[in-house]
């Protein structure tokens, strides 16, 4: 129930000068890599993002700083909370946070920084 726009930035530097206008146009950017939070694409966006005046939230979700036990990769992503359904969790209470209630939307997915098109 709560609307999203899926961009692939395909790189992690330079972020591409049009997501901080996309990202000006939601209430919250999410980022989710399963690599190292330091240094990565969350760390990046929320630079450029600082850095155009964009005063969006952002939450990165990725590979904490520190050692990791040895397992398999569906134990460590299990263990760091970097399932699908441990993010999906978080997400929905940061928007139920930000406005206390949900909107019931259609998500839409694009494969780039252009926003879907209906």
């Known amino acids: ?11 992690v530097k330079p972020v591409d000068e049009a997501m901080a206008p996309l990202a000006e ?7 989710v890599e399963d690599n190292s939070r330091v240094g990565g694409v969350g ?17 990165d979700f990725g590979i904490p700083p520190r050692f990791l036990d040895h397992a398999s990769r569906a134990e460590v992503m299990t263990e760091i909370g970097l399932t ?20 019931r939307t259609s998500a839409h997915a694009v494969d780039s920084v252009e926003p879907a098109r209906d």
Request: glycine share 8%; hydrophobic share 40%.
């Open 84 to 103: 699908a359904p441990d993010i999906a969790r978080q997400v929905t209470g940061l928007v139920s946070k930000l406005d206390g209630r949900f909107e």
């Open 1 to 11: 129930g709560i609307t999203t726009t899926v961009v692939d930035p395909r790189w």
């Open 43 to 59: 760390s990046s966006i929320a630079q450029a993002l600082r850095d155009a005046g964009v005063d969006v939230p952002l939450r």
């Open 25 to 31: 146009q939601h209430r919250v950017v999410v980022t």
